[in-house]
């Protein structure tokens, strides 16, 4: 076998290592399935004591399975073959006579996880990089290779679901607490772990009484409605048909995706021939493609020093010290950095849970007013308010301090990095590393490259910015570089519609409605109405802004932050009336100048290709993720797809 490797050991227990041919990661393809197969015939024909399934890979366990297959697919016998191949490997495995054993250290998702959950036995190691989780849902499909027949057994119906529908990942203490794994160990006691429990055959673990009731019949349809209500809070059936498709199989056919009829919605022919599968399929390999950037450089950095500790700097500088890295955080006195510290203790206790981790991650983030930190640093970013001058003085000043190998950069949403190069002897030092707001939600980060920056920066910052999980998109500097350009239209172009009287609800349920995950007005609030207008001027000089936009600058109702814009956000949350009708063509009218200037971007070469342009749109601006990128959607109207009308001219304006 090429990617198996079955062993015997002199106590009579087998090990089953995967270790797929020719690749870093381990994904289940059919001729590794094939293989599987083979591997339990084998085993049928001598059985062992106890079968342990292992990865021979260092980064993780199973990935899922193979994408690149789904692609294959080009009518409904090719993707009930698809379901068929795993649903039968895994239901075979589940079957055998003799104790198996799934030992998870790393990454463990979508048919990785369905394997595991075939196993008897499940073995989790208790480090940072080990996650479990279905996130089929994020591609428009389903988890058919058992996952959802499976994972409701072992955690109740509640915990299933919500991991199912939302495609989340746990890790692995979380795994141990909802009873998905029955030991959550370190790494050095993992073998002694695995060899114990197949020698001691502990019984397999049931569920509680009150959770076994989740799987009978009439409260399991209870449980499936409360869910369906919280999925239509964040996603409406006909852009997104998997989450209720996943509810309705676990509903009507106990989680087996092969026993619905091609003709029911929630079937995996179905679900594979909407366009929203295609699209997310799509939008997965464009994360893949931004993740692979940051493979092109071999720069790790150790310590990160940010100036300016206000909500950007701050943000940041708790992002880098959670994934693991020395921070120090610089800004004119203590007090400015208390805010900051305060947020970071509350991310590290959202995203750690256990109280030793969050002190650690709180250890590494160092208030440092006297900006000692910066000739210690491998990356200095500048985060400070939007000022040319002030920017100039900075790295100035940072320039002389820092490393000969450090990294500066500047956390710019708007002032050309060659305009603030010119304070520094060496220029071509400088490039921008673009975060954006909230930067714990939103994943992308702008590489922004200057005419003067170094050819070899752009790949070391794209590392940096793999290092600390997000996802780098290279762009030239340019007034708005990617996200901000292409969005301040749309933002612009919804505010004018207020202006003509339309309602701002009516304005946000347009967008809503063509699959925006918030509405534009919402959105300008949430970014700031300063912000907003700065923006617009920069993008359309000597263009007049909008004037509601104008007049609540000038009395300072800037939105979110407070309290007051175009809604009131006292509550916390912008305080809506019901939406009016949505007037004809508002929808393209609003998406119609993004896809324009979207165009207009990539004809000016500020990103490398459309692809890359989709992606800033998807993971910079939340851009209808099932229409698979503004480019895309454009471009399907010559394909014979319903495009409108006013978006389609916009295409070729």
Same mark, same amino acid.
């Given at each position: 076998?090429?990617?198996?490797?079955?062993?015997?050991?002199?106590?009579?227990?087998?090990?089953?290592?995967?270790?797929?041919?020719?690749?870093?990661?381990?994904?289940?393809?059919?001729?590794?399935?094939?293989?599987?197969?083979?591997?339990?015939?084998?085993?049928?024909?001598?059985?062992?004591?106890?079968?342990?399934?292992?990865?021979?890979?260092?980064?993780?366990?199973?990935?899922?399975?193979?994408?690149?297959?789904?692609?294959?697919?080009?009518?409904?016998?090719?993707?009930?073959?698809?379901?068929?191949?795993?649903?039968?490997?895994?239901?075979?495995?589940?079957?055998?006579?003799?104790?198996?054993?799934?030992?998870?250290?790393?990454?463990?998702?979508?048919?990785?996880?369905?394997?595991?959950?075939?196993?008897?036995?499940?073995?989790?190691?208790?480090?940072?990089?080990?996650?479990?989780?279905?996130?089929?849902?994020?591609?428009?499909?389903?988890?058919?290779?058992?996952?959802?027949?499976?994972?409701?057994?072992?955690?109740?119906?509640?915990?299933?679901?919500?991991?199912?529908?939302?495609?989340?990942?746990?890790?692995?203490?979380?795994?141990?607490?909802?009873?998905?794994?029955?030991?959550?160990?370190?790494?050095?006691?993992?073998?002694?772990?695995?060899?114990?429990?197949?020698?001691?055959?502990?019984?397999?673990?049931?569920?509680?009484?009150?959770?076994?009731?989740?799987?009978?019949?009439?409260?399991?349809?209870?449980?499936?409605?409360?869910?369906?209500?919280?999925?239509?809070?964040?996603?409406?059936?006909?852009?997104?048909?998997?989450?209720?498709?996943?509810?309705?199989?676990?509903?009507?056919?106990?989680?087996?995706?092969?026993?619905?009829?091609?003709?029911?919605?929630?079937?995996?022919?179905?679900?594979?021939?909407?366009?929203?599968?295609?699209?997310?399929?799509?939008?997965?390999?464009?994360?893949?493609?931004?993740?692979?950037?940051?493979?092109?450089?071999?720069?790790?950095?150790?310590?990160?020093?940010?100036?300016?500790?206000?909500?950007?700097?701050?943000?940041?500088?708790?992002?880098?010290?959670?994934?693991?890295?020395?921070?120090?955080?610089?800004?004119?006195?203590?007090?400015?950095?208390?805010?900051?510290?305060?947020?970071?203790?509350?991310?590290?206790?959202?995203?750690?849970?256990?109280?030793?981790?969050?002190?650690?991650?709180?250890?590494?983030?160092?208030?440092?007013?006297?900006?000692?930190?910066?000739?210690?640093?491998?990356?200095?970013?500048?985060?400070?308010?939007?000022?040319?001058?002030?920017?100039?003085?900075?790295?100035?000043?940072?320039?002389?301090?820092?490393?000969?190998?450090?990294?500066?950069?500047?956390?710019?949403?708007?002032?050309?990095?060659?305009?603030?190069?010119?304070?520094?002897?060496?220029?071509?030092?400088?490039?921008?590393?673009?975060?954006?707001?909230?930067?714990?939600?939103?994943?992308?980060?702008?590489?922004?490259?200057?005419?003067?920056?170094?050819?070899?920066?752009?790949?070391?910052?794209?590392?940096?910015?793999?290092?600390?999980?997000?996802?780098?998109?290279?762009?030239?500097?340019? @007034?708005?570089? /990617?996200?901000? +350009?292409?969005? *301040? #239209?749309?933002?612009?172009? $919804?505010?004018?519609?207020?202006? =003509? !009287? %339309?309602?701002?609800?009516?304005?946000?349920?347009?967008?809503?409605?063509?699959?925006?995950?918030?509405?534009?007005?919402?959105?300008?609030?949430?970014?700031?109405?300063?912000?907003?207008?700065?923006?617009?001027?920069?993008?359309?000089?000597?263009?007049?802004?909008?004037?509601?936009?104008?007049?609540?600058?000038?009395?300072?109702?800037?939105?979110?932050?407070?309290?007051?814009?175009?809604?009131?956000?006292?509550?916390?949350?912008?305080?809506?009336?019901?939406?009016?009708?949505? @007037?004809?063509? /508002?929808?393209? +009218?609003?998406? *119609? #100048?993004?896809?324009?200037? $979207?165009?207009?971007?990539?004809? =000016? !070469? %500020?990103?490398?290709?459309?692809?890359?342009?989709?992606?800033?749109?998807?993971?910079?601006?939340?851009?209808?993720?099932?229409?698979?990128?503004?480019?895309?959607?454009?471009?399907?109207?010559?394909?014979?797809?319903?495009?409108?009308?006013?978006?389609?001219?916009?295409?070729?304006?």
């Amino acid at each position: 076998m090429r990617h198996w490797t079955l062993t015997r050991d002199a106590d009579g227990f087998a090990r089953l290592t995967f270790d797929k041919a020719g690749t870093t990661t381990n994904t289940l393809s059919r001729e590794v399935l094939a293989e599987l197969n083979e591997a339990l015939d084998e085993l049928d024909r001598d059985p062992p004591k106890g079968l342990v399934i292992a990865s021979g890979k260092a980064n993780g366990f199973i990935a899922g399975a193979d994408v690149d297959e789904f692609g294959e697919v080009e009518n409904e016998a090719d993707a009930v073959a698809i379901v068929k191949r795993g649903w039968d490997a895994f239901e075979r495995l589940a079957a055998v006579k003799y104790p198996t054993l799934a030992l998870v250290r790393g990454f463990c998702l979508g048919g990785g996880f369905e394997l595991a959950l075939a196993c008897r036995y499940r073995v989790v190691v208790d480090e940072p990089g080990t996650r479990l989780g279905l996130p089929e849902v994020m591609l428009g499909i389903v988890p058919g290779w058992g996952g959802m027949k499976r994972l409701p057994r072992v955690a109740g119906a509640p915990a299933a679901l919500d991991l199912m529908l939302t495609g989340k990942a746990i890790d692995a203490r979380r795994a141990k607490q909802l009873g998905i794994a029955d030991e959550c160990v370190p790494p050095r006691i993992m073998e002694n772990t695995v060899r114990g429990m197949l020698t001691a055959l502990p019984r397999p673990r049931t569920l509680p009484f009150p959770l076994s009731l989740t799987l009978a019949g009439p409260v399991r349809k209870l449980i499936a409605a409360q869910a369906e209500k919280q999925v239509a809070k964040r996603a409406r059936r006909e852009h997104y048909p998997a989450p209720y498709a996943i509810l309705e199989l676990f509903v009507k056919y106990d989680g087996n995706a092969l026993a619905a009829p091609f003709s029911d919605p929630a079937s995996l022919p179905s679900l594979l021939k909407a366009p929203a599968a295609a699209n997310l399929i799509r939008v997965f390999r464009l994360q893949e493609r931004l993740k692979s950037l940051g493979k092109e450089g071999d720069f790790h950095a150790l310590h990160v020093h940010v100036v300016g500790g206000g909500t950007m700097g701050g943000d940041i500088a708790a992002w880098c010290a959670l994934r693991g890295l020395t921070v120090t955080l610089q800004d004119q006195n203590a007090e400015r950095l208390v805010p900051a510290m305060g947020r970071a203790g509350k991310l590290f206790a959202q995203r750690l849970k256990d109280p030793r981790r969050i002190r650690d991650a709180t250890d590494r983030l160092i208030p440092d007013v006297a900006g000692a930190g910066v000739a210690r640093a491998d990356v200095i970013i500048e985060a400070i308010f939007e000022n040319l001058e002030a920017k100039r003085s900075v790295f100035a000043s940072l320039e002389a301090k820092a490393k000969p190998g450090a990294i500066l950069a500047t956390n710019t949403s708007s002032i050309p990095l060659e305009d603030i190069a010119t304070a520094m002897h060496d220029p071509s030092r400088l490039i921008g590393i673009h975060f954006f707001n909230p930067v714990p939600k939103m994943m992308l980060v702008e590489v922004v490259v200057g005419r003067n920056t170094r050819a070899d920066l752009a790949a070391r910052a794209a590392a940096f910015v793999r290092q600390i999980d997000k996802l780098p998109l290279p762009v030239k500097s340019a @007034p708005g570089f /990617l996200v901000n +350009r292409v969005l *301040g #239209p749309y933002l612009m172009t $919804a505010m004018r519609c207020v202006d =003509e !009287g %339309i309602a701002p609800e009516t304005v946000d349920e347009a967008a809503l409605a063509f699959g925006m995950p918030m509405g534009p007005i919402e959105l300008a609030d949430t970014v700031g109405l300063d912000i907003c207008l700065a923006v617009g001027k920069m993008l359309s000089p000597g263009v007049e802004p909008p004037a509601r936009l104008k007049t609540l600058v000038d009395a300072g109702q800037l939105g979110k932050k407070t309290r007051r814009g175009f809604y009131d956000w006292s509550s916390g949350k912008a305080a809506k009336h019901p939406a009016g009708a949505v @007037p004809a063509g /508002l929808s393209e +009218r609003l998406i *119609g #100048p993004f896809v324009a200037e $979207a165009r207009a971007a990539l004809a =000016e !070469g %500020i990103v490398a290709d459309a692809d890359l342009v989709d992606a800033g749109a998807i993971f910079g601006t939340g851009f209808a993720p099932f229409r698979g990128g503004p480019l895309h959607y454009a471009d399907s109207a010559g394909k014979g797809e319903q495009v409108p009308p006013r978006l389609a001219a916009a295409t070729t304006a």
